[in-house]
């Protein structure tokens, strides 16, 4: 049994993208405060999903307001990194490599459409991918697995033959509750030890290595 189809994370996988997420999530944070509302010890520093969680389960917040207030705060930021987004060092040799083999590539990203579709139409992206799920495509984000396995089922491929690669603690977790192969990408949101930490299978230091992870994958089976 080998690997059919190859999901990405977007923003510190394939593309450098400078987004101030501390600062975004502080405004969200902000809000939420000014609404009176009790955070306790959360702060911008824990996943934006984890706070949405809290305030649905704790304070009786419905998750589509706390989402509606995240967009609001999130936009400005996003659209800001999405302009100066450059690909990272090997994006395309890999997207080249994987499309020319035969896999199925998808994307799974907790940006929002509008800032996923600059970028990927920026960087002559979009064609790559047979499956693009942003957060606008989901309920909840990462690292809950919804979005991951959206973008497994858009592509038609079991679980356990789909790889998640990622540059962050949520991109692991996500991709190993989605019951996808995890790798993780060095150098993005996260340090080594933490990318382990959350379940990380392999780590590369540049997407180039990223092949021959298949490759041991596909050779040692399932």
Do not use: Q
Not at 46 to 70: D, H, K, N, V, W
């Amino acid at each position: 049994m080998g690997i059919d189809a190859v999901i990405f994370d977007l923003d510190g996988t394939i593309t450098d993208f400078s987004l101030r997420i501390l600062d975004a999530r502080k405004e969200f944070i902000r809000r939420i405060r000014s609404m009176g509302v009790d955070l306790g010890a959360l702060d911008e520093h824990r996943p934006a999903e984890i706070i949405i969680t809290y305030l649905e389960r704790f304070r009786g917040i419905p998750r589509e307001c706390s989402r509606r207030i995240l967009d609001e705060c999130m936009e400005p930021y996003e659209l800001e990194a999405a302009e100066s987004a450059r690909l990272r060092s090997g994006a395309s040799r890999v997207l080249e490599s994987l499309k020319r083999a035969g896999y199925k590539i998808g994307l799974a990203s907790n940006n929002s459409g509008r800032c996923v579709g600059i970028v990927l139409d920026g960087l002559g992206l979009r064609g790559f991918f047979d499956a693009i799920v942003s957060r606008d495509d989901a309920m909840r984000l990462k690292p809950h697995e919804e979005i991951v396995v959206k973008a497994i089922e858009r592509l038609n491929a079991p679980p356990r033959r789909s790889v998640y690669a990622g540059d962050s603690a949520s991109d692991m977790i996500a991709g190993r509750r989605a019951g996808a192969r995890v790798v993780a990408v060095a150098g993005g949101a996260d340090s080594r030890d933490k990318l382990l930490r959350s379940g990380a299978e392999y780590i590369v230091d540049e997407l180039d290595e990223l092949i021959g992870v298949i490759e041991v994958i596909e050779e040692r089976g399932l």
